[in-house]
């Protein structure tokens, strides 16, 4: 039988929150119907900004920050079902990501953490629909990293019969599925491949006072400084095999400006043509290297709407079609949304939501803390 389900995600670019009101068949296939989204309000943002760094009062200040993030994603459920005219009733569960603000997968003796900030009881309250919220955790419990959660969703969605596909998301940081066509011996992978719109957004909003670079244009006309290219390229991280996951807790502003210290006096605007050719670089090389046998590259998240990014992933992969997720029925900023909802259905059916080929855990697990209406 299909039920409707809502997914909620908020992500590293910290942009607010995208919403998805979704029906899902009874053999897992997922049609969104109505999308929302919402900015986070500029002091909720802040904070949570500065929640990824070490600070004082930290336990106080991220509990108050979860019940924002609750809020915040209370009106994007209000609003759906608004557009849809639907009651809390209709809606068999919210899948709720929340907000990361750390991302340790392998802190201690193995066994890292992951936190994502909600108020998971206080958005059942507001909301009066289920709640499952706390995904990654349990894949943390069994020896993975948590993360990416997306690419079982990607298979189920994307997954094309007779063809390796790769799914490059592009959020604030980019991420990689590599899906075997179906039947084959060969595992699903995925993993955080680096930086996908962060650095961009973080120089923009610097020296632009914009939150974004719309379609690239600014980096578009900088050129490239290689000897400052080679330096942020020399990072350990995207040479690690996968599984490996990532997020501000590296790439973040000191990141940048540690490696921009050694070359002084470079013109704004060629820092972000050569950040933008960092990020699809290094997304470019990971494709080469884990999916040599795909000729499509689907994009999504809202850097497939960055027109200069699209064309430096093409250009650095002339063998195959690079396109938005659009083409394949699902726009951009709908996808990671539509994949909490699909995890949320999987953890109503009682089944798995994660791979242990990607995550690197003992197994796969069924994932999420379930809150009652
Ligand atoms: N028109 C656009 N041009 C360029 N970049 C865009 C555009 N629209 C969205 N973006 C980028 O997408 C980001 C949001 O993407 P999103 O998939 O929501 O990331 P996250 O999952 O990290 O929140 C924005 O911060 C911005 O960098
Ligand atoms: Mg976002």
């Not at 039988?1 to 910290?14: F, K, Q, V, Y």
């Not at 070359?263 to 704004?268: D, M, N, Q, V, W």
Request: hydrophobic letters at 45%; glycine letters at 12%.
């Amino acid at each position: 039988m299909a039920e409707r389900l809502i997914g909620l995600m908020s992500g590293t670019s910290l942009d607010g929150v995208d919403g998805v009101l979704a029906l899902v068949e009874g053999d897992g296939r997922l049609t969104v119907h109505h999308h929302a989204s919402r900015p986070f309000e500029p002091a909720l943002r802040a904070e949570l900004l500065a929640l990824n760094t070490p600070g004082p009062d930290e336990l106080h200040r991220a509990a108050l920050a979860a019940n924002g993030v609750a809020r915040a994603y209370a009106q994007v459920v209000h609003q759906l079902l608004q557009d849809a005219g639907l009651g809390p009733g209709a809606v068999a569960a919210l899948g709720a990501h929340g907000q990361t603000v750390r991302h340790q997968p392998l802190a201690v003796d193995g066994v890292g953490y992951t936190v994502q900030l909600l108020n998971a009881p206080l958005l059942a309250e507001l909301a009066g629909i289920p709640v499952v919220a706390d995904l990654r955790s349990r894949d943390l419990a069994a020896g993975g990293q948590g993360a990416p959660l997306v690419p079982p969703f990607h298979r189920a969605q994307f997954g094309q019969p007779d063809a390796t596909l790769a799914v490059l998301n592009l959020g604030g940081i980019s991420n990689l599925s590599v899906l075997p066509p179906d039947g084959s011996p060969a595992a699903v992978l995925g993993f955080d491949c680096g930086p996908g719109n962060a650095l961009l957004d973080l120089w923009c909003q610097r020296h632009r006072g914009q939150p974004y670079d719309a379609d690239g244009a600014w980096a578009a006309g900088g050129r490239v400084q290689a000897p400052l290219l080679a330096a942020l390229r020399a990072e350990p991280y995207f040479v690690l095999p996968p599984p490996k996951s990532t997020g501000r807790d590296l790439f973040h502003a000191g990141w940048l400006d540690r490696h921009l210290a050694g070359f002084p006096g470079l013109a704004p605007a060629d820092v972000q043509a050569t950040l933008a050719a960092l990020t699809a670089g290094v997304c470019v090389d990971d494709v080469r290297r884990h999916a040599p046998g795909a000729a499509r590259l689907v994009v999504c998240g809202g850097g497939a709407l960055n027109g200069d990014l699209m064309r430096r992933l093409q250009a650095g992969l002339p063998a195959l079609r690079v396109e938005s997720s659009a083409a394949l029925g699902l726009p951009p900023q709908q996808v990671e949304a539509a994949a909490f909802a699909w995890l949320a259905w999987r953890r109503l059916q009682g089944l798995p939501g994660s791979l242990a080929s990607v995550t690197g855990a003992r197994g796969e697990r069924v994932l999420g803390a379930l809150h009652a209406a």
